[in-house]
């Protein structure tokens, strides 16, 4: 195996680097103190082409590579992760069943100005009954004549409220339970959706989480992605992807949590030295560089399965169990070679340190991560 | 129209280190297309997008400088030069402007050349103008503004205590100020089709030059960390206003308060 | 044939050219020929040690444009070393002169020392982190910036003067709308008190506590790049450093200024260097004398005051 980046996703790595710094880092800590979704970020995001980044240019996409946006996800959240989750979920879960399954008319309709940036995209399958239980939702779809009727309410919604395009998931058949849930695509305004309360977050506060409530919500029939009964199946194939997005998260959340507390350990005195002559803080560096890198192995690994095209479940599991775990850790010692210093908000890594402990929960907790990979040994 | 932009893979000073014993470390620099470079290159990205212009990109580096040249094709120009050889990495201005000038005589003399106001690195401020008069053509220096028209090039110089328009027909060598624009961060789209653009190794076998035109003038004696000689008395004692009154006191003892 | 030549298009630099040329001279044992443009400046420069002076008779307007005459006059002499005047125009000028007699040219010279043979330049590199020293070959131009060297000093010293009559080529180029830069106050590079603004202000209404500060102690104010460039709250002719103004004031009292490399090279020659910034680790205490680590909202008004 060779992580060698190929010269094109070297430039890319940089190029989301340089993205990154100039406009998602000035304003990080801001959001999270403010909890302000970041709209002039999506503006630059779409001017620099990056909203449908791994799409067919044909639907105006800009046919990158998985990998290369995996790296992109990782520098942002580098440097701020509510920015990296508002973008991974429009890309990788919002887009990814209407590409995947949807018919041509939703693509031109959905994908095309979502591609553009024009829409920002979500993605609802959480319920307040059915989380890990993602098969147990009650939300349900009626077909009636032209069209089919929303009931029901989702929770815990990134980019809910925000967003303009959502993919969501209802029962089209409640008597089948998870062979009779169906994907839907719901466009913001659309009488009978309302956006119920705003969480209010320990982490990833920039990016905005809310309740979807659907009462007796009329959507025309073609809103339909692929065929009826599927959506369990679109939904966990989209959450594998996603999965891979989240780890990368997680990854780029360690990486600035380490390069703090280097930096930190050089800069600070005590007895007389830089801290970072001691060693017990070089121990921790070690432990934490280590970490991190294992964690890319396995995160770029997946990124790589997936754009091959073969079965990543697994891959996309591991990386992301590992790396939140490893994401917890660094952002630990980050704080803990920073002393008093790291508790404090000053400091970017107590943000750091917020916003890693999502990544072990959403899109499949760690608990579920470890199910896919014992289920694939055990198959 | 066309125009050829040259520029510069340089060492990123921010990972410079200096060691105890003034050494210079760079083992630990990351690589990067100098900053005053980017605002030629963006002046000649914006004179393709508004003027038409065909632009190409030029460099002379050494092997590592391959790296750069996709970088550069995603901030605009549509092929990149590079003059490759191990020369590089022990130049000065005399031989890289012999380098450049042969290498652009050989692709063809273009309507405009640009560069930035000197290399982040070494800041030699030379190689455009020794550029110009190796071509015999003018040389615009020091530039805030350009406006190209038919076959002239009007400039707005800003030279210390004046400013002044220099207009120059085609063909000139125009270096820029970085006030002059706001380099953009490519797009996805661009960093991706740069890939795809040409890229031409030229040998300096090829450029005819001789011995002499390739020898370095000066000699580098020495590259030393420059020591910062200050007193580096930092007031930590006391409420704000204790602080400010020992350092007034401070002032005033050296006669400044 | 040998000698020092030096040039600059602005008399009050040549003077202090000659400063630097007269130390060379002495240890090179060479004569100091002066290139000018006006026969009236010849007397001043004699007295202030030149031994040859040649005067260049012409009216045209454009300095630069005089490139390949002082070249052709220069590979005629064959000097040892040139002096240039290390002005923007100054260093265009001997960039061309440099190329047209394939010679080695240093910028930015802040020393220059001879002995024996052998002449060694001292300038700055990586924006100011290095110092690069230099053996120059024969006939190397040099440029060092204004105000480097004080102007020479004047004696009874004789020389003589060559009238020149030339014809520079006019290239083609024509120059035209020549505005001097108005400096709002006076200019930063020659005051001899600073403050500077940088990003650390939180916006332009704290310029107010740089100008009430700058009002109490008769100084100017002065800026980093990111606030003329970015913030436009001063004009670009105010930033210090690296590609904007090098200054050396008696005081210079930074708030709010991180003090990278490339801000430090233009004002790490002032006398007294007082920096208060709210990070401990800026570099900027490193390139100070005095450094109060606070909010500069809290400081500097208290430092105001305190000034009486
Ligand atoms: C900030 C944020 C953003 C989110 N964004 C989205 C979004 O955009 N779209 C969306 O659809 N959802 C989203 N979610 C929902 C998220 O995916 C769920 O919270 C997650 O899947 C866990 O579900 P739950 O909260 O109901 O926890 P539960 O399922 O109730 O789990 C509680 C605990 O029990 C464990 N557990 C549950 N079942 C098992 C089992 N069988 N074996 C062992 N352990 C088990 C879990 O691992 C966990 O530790 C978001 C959540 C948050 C907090
Ligand atoms: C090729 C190149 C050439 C350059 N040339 C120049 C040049 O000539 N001149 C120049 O200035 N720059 C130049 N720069 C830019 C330079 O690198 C720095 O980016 C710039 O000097 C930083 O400006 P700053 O100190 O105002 O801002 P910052 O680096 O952002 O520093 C702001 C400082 O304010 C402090 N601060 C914040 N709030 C407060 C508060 N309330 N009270 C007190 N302190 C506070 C912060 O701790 C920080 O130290 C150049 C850069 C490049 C790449």
């Known amino acids: ?379 | 129209m066309k125009i050829i932009v040259c520029y510069k893979w340089v060492p990123d000073e921010q990972d410079i280190k200096i060691a105890a014993d003034l050494k210079v470390d760079m083992s630990m620099a990351k690589w990067k297309i100098s900053e005053y470079d980017k605002n030629a290159i963006e002046e000649a990205a914006l004179q393709a997008e508004n003027n038409a212009a065909e632009v190409t990109c030029l460099t002379f580096g050494t092997s590592k400088a391959k790296q750069s040249l996709k970088d550069a094709l995603s901030r605009g120009p549509e092929k990149a030069y590079w003059v490759n050889d191990a020369k590089a990495e022990n130049t000065d201005g005399f031989v890289t402007a012999n380098i450049l000038a042969a290498a652009i005589k050989k692709v063809g003399i273009p309507d405009l050349i640009f560069f930035g106001e000197g290399s982040e690195d070494s800041y030699g401020q030379q190689v455009g103008p020794r550029v110009a008069a190796l071509l015999d053509i003018p040389a615009l220096t020091f530039v805030t503004k350009t406006a190209v028209k038919d076959d002239a090039i009007t400039t707005t110089r800003s030279i210390g205590n004046c400013t002044e328009d220099v207009t120059a027909s085609f063909p000139a060598v125009v270096c820029m100020l970085p006030e002059i624009n706001k380099p953009r961060i490519p797009s996805l789209k661009q960093v991706l089709k740069a890939s795809k653009k040409p890229v031409e190794e030229i040998k300096l076998a090829d450029l005819g030059l001789s011995d002499a035109e390739l020898t370095v003038k000066n000699k580098v004696k020495s590259i030393q960390g420059f020591v910062m000689n200050r007193k580096n008395k930092l007031y930590q004692d006391g409420s704000s206003a204790e602080k400010v009154k020992a350092l007034v006191s401070d002032l005033a003892k050296e006669g400044l308060a | 044939m040998a000698g020092i030549y030096i040039y600059s298009e602005e008399q009050p630099v040549t003077e202090q050219l000659l400063t630097a040329g007269k130390t060379l001279a002495n240890s090179l044992n060479e004569k100091i020929n002066v290139i000018d443009f006006s026969e009236q400046d010849s007397e001043s420069f004699i007295k202030k040690g030149a031994d040859h002076v040649l005067c260049l008779k012409s009216d045209h307007p454009w300095p630069e444009s005089y490139a390949q005459i002082i070249a052709d006059i220069l590979k005629e002499k064959d000097p040892t070393v040139v002096l240039i005047g290390g002005t923007l125009r100054g260093k265009t000028t001997a960039s061309i002169i440099a190329a047209k007699l394939q010679t080695g040219l240093v910028n930015n010279a802040f020393a220059i020392e001879g002995s024996g043979s052998v002449i060694e330049t001292k300038r700055i590199m990586y924006s100011g982190i290095a110092v690069c020293t230099e053996e120059l070959c024969h006939g190397s131009i040099v440029t060092i910036e204004p105000r480097t060297f004080d102007a020479a000093q004047d004696s009874d010293h004789q020389g003589d003067t060559e009238n020149i009559d030339i014809q520079p080529e006019a290239k083609t180029i024509t120059v035209g709308n020549v505005c001097p830069i108005v400096h709002q106050d006076n200019d930063i590079a020659t005051a001899e008190k600073l403050v500077c603004v940088g990003r650390g202000l939180s916006d332009q209404n704290d310029m107010k506590l740089a100008e009430e500060l700058a009002e109490k102690l008769h100084a100017q104010i002065c800026c980093t790049r990111s606030v003329a460039e970015d913030y436009h709250w001063l004009t670009t002719d105010k930033y210090v450093g690296l590609s904007g103004a090098k200054v050396k004031p008696n005081l210079y009292i930074s708030m709010g200024v991180s003090g990278q490399v490339q801000h430090v090279a233009g004002m790490r020659d002032s006398k007294v260097i007082v920096a208060v910034d709210t990070n401990e680790n800026a570099p900027i205490f490193a390139a100070a004398d005095y450094g109060i680590v606070g909010d500069l909202h809290e400081i500097i008004p208290l430092l105001t005051k305190e000034l009486g």
């Not at chain 1, 992580?3 to 304003?27: D, H, K, W």
């Not at chain 1, 920015?83 to 095309?112: C, D, F, R």
């Not at chain 1, 703090?260 to 030295?273: L, P, S």
């Not at chain 1, 599991?317 to 404090?344: D, N, P, R, V």
């Open chain 1, 1 to 379: 195996m060779d992580f060698q980046l190929t010269e094109e996703q070297a430039l890319v790595q940089q190029n989301a680097r340089e993205f990154a710094q100039t406009y998602c880092e000035p304003i990080a800590a801001e959001i999270d103190k403010t909890g302000r979704h970041p709209e002039e970020t999506i503006k630059q995001l779409i001017a620099h082409d990056y909203m449908g980044m791994i799409y067919p240019e044909e639907y105006g996409g800009a046919e990158a590579d998985y990998l290369s946006y995996i790296l992109m996800v990782e520098e942002i959240s580098r440097v701020c992760a509510s920015t990296g989750i508002i973008y991974s979920a429009h890309i990788s879960l919002s887009m990814n069943p209407i590409y995947k399954w949807g018919s041509e008319e939703l693509k031109q309709k959905y994908l095309v100005p979502m591609c553009k940036g024009e829409k920002l995209g979500a993605f609802a399958l959480t319920e307040p009954g059915a989380g890990t239980d993602a098969a147990s939702g009650t939300c349900t779809a009626t077909l009636d004549g032209a069209e089919y009727i929303l009931n029901g309410t989702k929770c815990f919604i990134t980019n809910g409220g925000i967003a303009d395009v959502y993919t969501i998931f209802a029962l089209t058949d409640p008597a089948k339970g998870v062979k009779g849930l169906s994907c839907f695509v719901v466009e913001k305004n659309t009488p009978g959706f309302e956006i119920g309360k705003h969480e209010d977050k320990m982490g990833i506060r920039g990016s905005h989480t809310s309740e979807l409530i659907f009462k007796n919500c009329h959507i025309p029939k073609e809103n339909l992605v692929g065929e009826e009964g599927k959506g369990f199946k679109y939904a966990m194939m989209t959450l594998d992807g996603g999965r891979i997005g989240v780890a990368a998260q997680a990854l780029g959340i360690a990486q600035g949590a380490l390069d703090e507390a280097v930096k930190f350990a050089k800069e600070r005195v005590q007895f007389g030295k830089p801290i970072a002559t001691k060693q017990a803080i070089q121990w921790m560096l070690a432990d934490m560089e280590t970490q991190l890198q294992a964690a890319r192995f396995l995160v770029y690994n997946a990124a790589e399965t997936a754009g091959r095209g073969v079965a990543f479940s697994k891959e996309a599991a591991m990386a992301k169990l590992f790396a939140a775990e490893a994401a917890e850790f660094i952002c630990s010692k980050a704080i803990q070679i920073h002393g008093g210093y790291g508790f404090i908000k000053d400091f970017k890594v107590e943000r750091f340190y917020r916003d890693q402990r999502i990544t072990a929960i959403y899109e499949g907790t760690s608990e579920v991560q470890r199910m896919v990979i014992a289920g694939s040994l055990l198959r």
